[in-house]
């Protein structure tokens, strides 16, 4: 375990007895509601100081809630420094409303409209997309990129379209561990981080893996290219949770990046698990 408290970059909470999420009925045993008293008790084996909330993918008529939800966890338990809520960034230059609703909300740093699920991989390249990421830049917010890597082509060139943006990739890029991919995504991967405004979480990568039977040397590949991508400065810790706990507890994930980082120097160490987070949420610690 570190030998000093983290900072969670990725974290998820959710009551759907007050915010509706659809998605959570066919999601077998996240169904249901995971509070910052469950996410204790299953980190407990690890010094957590601070969380970056992440949304979601509450229905799009929750989003604003969610979003002043979290506020008022946060007003209770100060360890979640910043918010990363969701916004319909696809509906163009009408997402502004939005935004400015968000920015009432002290804690927002970011913002995340999934793209995963997108059937056509070239989604955020769309106008109305494009647009929308434009009316985003003027809030001065980092967008969280959560994608496959089906979509890491894409997610190359809209980068390159908005040099002054703060974008953050989730999950590494969801590689295809299932599938044995490592190719494209891994030279993709190294082509994203040439451009220098995309910070990786390192995150959700046992979730890509064969839940039940994953081993560290699976996907230690993965984490490693993403290591090299982009280097001790541009690379955090993230949990996932509860989302991860598919496949690994959260100490377990813990325990798995320890293994794979292992002869990181202690001032890169802190990086991934500090300072990076620090840096690109802005966070107040």
Same mark, same amino acid.
């Given at each position: ?46 010094? /957590?100081?601070?969380? /970056? ?36 960034? @696809?509906? +163009? ?74 974008? %953050?990739?989730? @999950?590494?890029?969801?590689? +295809? ?27 959700? /990568? ?6 039940? @039977?994953?081993? %560290? ?25 509860? %989302? ?9 994930? /813990? ?31």
């Amino acid at each position: 375990m570190p030998s000093f408290p983290i900072i969670d970059s990725h974290l998820h909470i959710w009551r759907p007895d007050l915010i509706d999420i659809s998605w959570l009925n066919s999601a077998g045993k996240l169904n249901r509601g995971f509070t910052l008293q469950d996410f204790d008790e299953a980190s407990a084996a690890v010094e /957590v100081e601070a969380m /970056v909330f992440v949304e979601c993918d509450v229905d799009e008529t929750a989003t604003l809630a969610e979003a002043r939800w979290v506020a008022d966890v946060a007003r209770q338990d100060h360890r979640i420094r910043a918010i990363v809520a969701q916004a319909p960034i @696809h509906k +163009g230059d009408a997402v502004r409303g939005h935004l400015e609703k968000l920015r009432d909300i002290a804690l927002m740093r970011g913002v995340r409209r999934l793209l995963q699920q997108e059937a056509d991989a070239d989604f955020a390249l769309r106008p109305d997309f494009i647009d929308g990421l434009k009316a985003l830049s003027e809030f001065g917010w980092s967008f969280d990129i959560c994608i496959t890597y089906r979509q890491m082509e894409s997610t190359i060139k809209l980068v390159r379209r908005f040099p002054e943006m703060r974008f %953050v990739l989730d @999950h590494i890029g969801k590689p +295809g561990i299932r599938e044995h991919r490592f190719q494209p995504w891994a030279d993709q991967m190294k082509e994203l981080a040439r451009s220098g405004n995309v910070v990786c979480k390192l995150s959700g /990568v046992a979730t890509e893996a064969e839940h039940a @039977h994953w081993t %560290v040397s699976d996907i230690e590949p993965f984490m490693t290219t993403a290591l090299e991508a982009f280097g001790t400065k541009r690379l955090m810790f993230a949990g996932d949770w509860p %989302v991860a706990t598919n496949a690994v507890s959260y100490v377990g994930w /813990v325990q798995a990046v320890d293994e794979v980082m292992s002869k990181l120097s202690g001032s890169e160490l802190r990086a991934l698990y500090r300072d990076n987070a620090i840096e690109t949420y802005k966070l107040n610690v």
